[in-house]
């Protein structure tokens, strides 16, 4: 089961900004550790979108960005296009007795 | 480009054993700086990292809590290709599984940069 928890749906027109955040707690975000975004278009695989909680890989344009505070994460979509239209995980190092690489719940995005 | 390329069954027996092969075009499965995943997702359990192997001067093994008792993750140097083994499987392992590459680097800061393509293994009668 998840750890990281996230929104089930977020929204919005065309050129919108939204953001997904991405809450954790003292033995995964909340210690410090590194928050990762990827974005699953139906049908494929997890694709990376940002790494090390605000870094793009090469090919990812700018509209994305992350950023992380105290135990959560937030990933935001600025000029949002009908091909952001997917689900969004965060994925994290948890230090607790459980797993060490953990994903949030998965956030479903709809361009109206 | 690093490209991984999964096969193997999409249907399995109860009680009988998952066996999936990742790969790899464009790294080595020797590398001294990745690693070698195995992630599952299914409705129930959303995006479940299963275990990797890796090379650091000796080969190492890393499993998940909830498979560690019935998985094998085993690197195959002659092919350049790692494989996924699960024992005894029960309805509930019915998943998409992918392989992944870790890039490396610590331990608290490791994101998964490339996937396979996706394997839907029911578990079925």
């Known amino acids: 089961q998840s750890v990281l928890t996230q929104p089930p749906s977020v929204s919005g027109a065309p050129g919108q900004r939204v953001t997904i955040s991405c809450t954790g707690s003292s033995s995964n975000i909340g210690a410090g550790y590194d928050v990762h975004w990827y974005q699953q278009l139906p049908g494929t695989a997890p694709k990376l979108l940002i790494y090390g909680n605000s870094n793009r890989p090469s090919g990812v344009p700018d509209r994305f960005s992350g950023s992380k505070s105290g135990t959560s994460a937030s990933l935001a979509i600025t000029g949002l296009q009908a091909e952001d239209e997917a689900d969004y995980y965060c994925?994290?190092?948890?230090?607790?007795?459980?797993?060490?690489?953990?994903f949030g719940t998965g956030t479903k995005v709809t361009v109206l | 480009q690093v490209q991984l390329q999964q096969s193997g069954p999409g249907l399995v027996k109860p009680s009988q054993t998952l066996s999936l092969t990742c790969a790899i075009s464009?790294?080595?499965?020797?590398?001294?700086?990745?690693?070698w995943n195995w992630i599952r997702q299914s409705p129930s359990r959303g995006l479940e990292w299963l275990g990797r192997t890796y090379y650091r001067s000796k080969w190492y093994n890393d499993y998940a809590v909830s498979v560690k008792s019935r998985i094998t993750i085993n690197p195959d140097t002659s092919k350049n290709q790692f494989s996924l083994q699960l024992n005894s499987v029960t309805p509930e392992d019915t998943a998409v599984y992918y392989c992944?590459?870790?890039?490396?680097?610590?331990?608290?800061?490791?994101?998964?940069?490339?996937w396979g393509q996706g394997t839907l293994v029911t578990v079925s009668s």
């Open positions: 464009g790294d080595s499965v020797s590398s001294n700086s990745a690693a």
């Open positions: 994925q994290s190092y948890d230090s607790s007795l459980s797993d060490p690489y953990v």
């Open positions: 992944a590459r870790d890039p490396g680097g610590p331990r608290y800061s490791i994101p998964f940069d490339y």
